[in-house]
């Protein structure tokens, strides 16, 4: 599989609604899901677009690919610290894991990596940083075979 080349990938496509006041735009394709719990997905974001605001309920080793990703650290409702990685930047944040990202100018996209025994993924979070929905690999295995 060449990971630069996506165009032959079932995406799943995430937007935002009114709940959001900023501009969700971003996919996901599920490369591999093994038995085990071990996960690979890329994520591609539009041009400077974010995912949802979010935590990660599992360990998440994340390679940029292409283009420019901001990650804001967030504690306790407020921001603490924001960095900007670019192509060929890899980083592994344990779970627990709270933030928002977006794409610079031109997108980004990047491969995560993650090991979820139990299936359970991420927290999607409202400004408050209550849980609005929970993300399984079940979700978005179903997800996709929508999509594709």
């Not at 921001?79 to 100018?105: N, S, T």
Request: aromatic share 10%; with cysteine.
């Amino acid at each position: 599989m060449k990971l630069l080349d996506t165009s032959s990938l079932d995406w799943i496509h995430f937007t935002g609604d009114d709940r959001f006041d900023y501009p969700i735009d971003y996919w996901a394709s599920v490369l591999t899901i093994r038995p085990d719990g071990h996960i690979d997905i890329l994520f591609r974001w539009e041009p400077n677009s974010y995912c949802h605001f979010h935590q990660h309920l599992v360990d998440t080793t994340t390679t940029v690919l292409q283009g420019e990703h901001h990650v804001i650290e967030i504690e306790q409702g407020k921001e603490i610290k924001h960095k900007v990685r670019l192509a060929g930047d890899y980083a592994h944040k344990p779970a627990g894991d709270v933030h928002m990202e977006y794409a610079g100018p031109t997108g980004s996209l990047l491969l995560f990596n993650m090991y979820a025994p139990d299936g359970r993924l991420f927290d999607i979070l409202d400004s408050d940083g209550n849980v609005i929905a929970p993300i399984s690999t079940e979700d978005l295995m179903q997800q996709q075979r929508l999509a594709s």
